[in-house]
């Protein structure tokens, strides 16, 4: 090789080894570049989270023997007397795992479904519809403005009639198809005339509950002693059907304890007579008291804070609607929406969906 093809090779490798490190330093600047901008705006680029869903909604055709009601409820009333019947109006609303439940469970599937046929003419109320209900001369309004006047709170709301289109019996949420028609009895009998539902009810009770313990529970006879926090009483008798399910499901749920904590957690044997100091200082017993309230369901929970009830639960309920009761009262969420329980579960659930948990009504 001679001199002038020698220098030119070395030439050309010093342009080659200059072009090599240029291009590596322009791909470190641009690297250093993407990740200033990733660092100073970390929102563009972190992994977006998934969105939870709402889980456990469930949808049940009512039967065909529903009355189809021109929703004019004297009228109504009226045509079901003459037949010696009882007008029964079903408050539901869509997607509502208990009304699903009640619907398959009390009402097309029942051991009584043709007693109810016979004996009853049920309308169905959506509590978010917007049909117009003539209660009575006096009184006009739509599905939904029926509800906020009813205080519905738990569907399905089952509201009875009497011959004179007046209220006699309710119940608030799913009671088991055996409790439902102990109801039934009370209003087909008219047993309403001589006794509150909570009266007949426990004239017909026979003993089958033993008291369970709970590390939370505690015994009082003197309510007015507990001060103005957060008190849960909890209304149980030898005769309860559901107590049992309420302590091996919710009340063994480590979730539900933490939230319990927040209470004073009080029982009440709603059938003894013994001495009872109530909130107000009065003398009582724990029937009387029961009977005060107008608990008709065993196992009730009655929840008061700063001394005034807040809220109830007085059916079965599936653990996010019933841990959510209890936080709304023991956390105080009743203070920021005190109009409505469901104002502060709309604000729940919409950060638990945002957060990527999933909320299951029906677990």
Request: glycine share 4%.
């Amino acid at each position: 090789m001679n001199r002038e093809v020698f220098m030119v090779n070395i030439e050309k490798n010093k342009s080659d080894t200059f072009r090599l490190a240029a291009q590596q330093s322009l791909r470190l600047m641009i690297s250093m570049i993407v990740l200033i901008v990733m660092l100073s705006t970390p929102q563009l680029y972190a992994k977006e989270t998934v969105q939870g869903i709402i889980l456990g909604t469930k949808i049940s055709e009512h039967p065909a023997w529903f009355k189809e009601s021109f929703l004019e409820i004297s009228e109504d009333v009226a045509e079901a007397s003459e037949s010696n019947k009882h007008v029964m109006l079903f408050l539901h609303l869509n997607g509502c795992p208990y009304c699903f439940k009640m619907n398959e469970e009390n009402l097309k599937n029942a051991p009584y479904t043709s007693f109810i046929k016979t004996n009853f003419d049920v309308i169905a109320l959506n509590i978010q519809g917007d049909r117009e209900v003539v209660v009575n001369d006096e009184t006009s309004s739509t599905e939904k403005q029926l509800a906020e006047q009813l205080k519905v709170i738990y569907t399905p709301t089952i509201i009875f009639m009497d011959s004179n289109n007046k209220i006699v019996a309710r119940t608030d949420g799913y009671r088991s198809v055996e409790d439902f028609k102990v109801v039934l009895d009370y209003v087909h009998e008219k047993a309403y005339k001589n006794s509150t539902l909570t009266q007949y009810i426990n004239n017909k009770k026979s003993p089958q509950y033993q008291f369970r313990s709970h590390p939370l529970l505690s015994e009082t006879n003197d309510l007015s002693s507990l001060g103005n926090g957060p008190i849960a009483l909890l209304f149980e008798d030898k005769s309860c059907r559901d107590c049992t399910l309420l302590h091996d499901g919710h009340l063994s749920n480590p979730e539900v304890n933490d939230i319990l904590k927040q209470f004073n957690f009080i029982r009440l044997d709603a059938m003894s007579s013994q001495p009872l100091i109530g909130m107000d200082g009065k003398t009582t017993t724990p029937r009387e008291y029961a009977e005060q309230l107008g608990l008709s369901y065993r196992p009730s929970f009655v929840l008061f804070d700063q001394g005034k009830e807040i809220m109830r639960i007085e059916s079965r309920l599936f653990r996010f609607h019933f841990s959510e009761v209890l936080r709304y009262v023991g956390e105080h969420h009743h203070k920021k929406y005190p109009k409505s329980f469901y104002d502060y579960l709309d604000i729940k659930t919409a950060e638990l969906l945002k957060s990527g948990k999933n909320v299951n009504l029906a677990e």
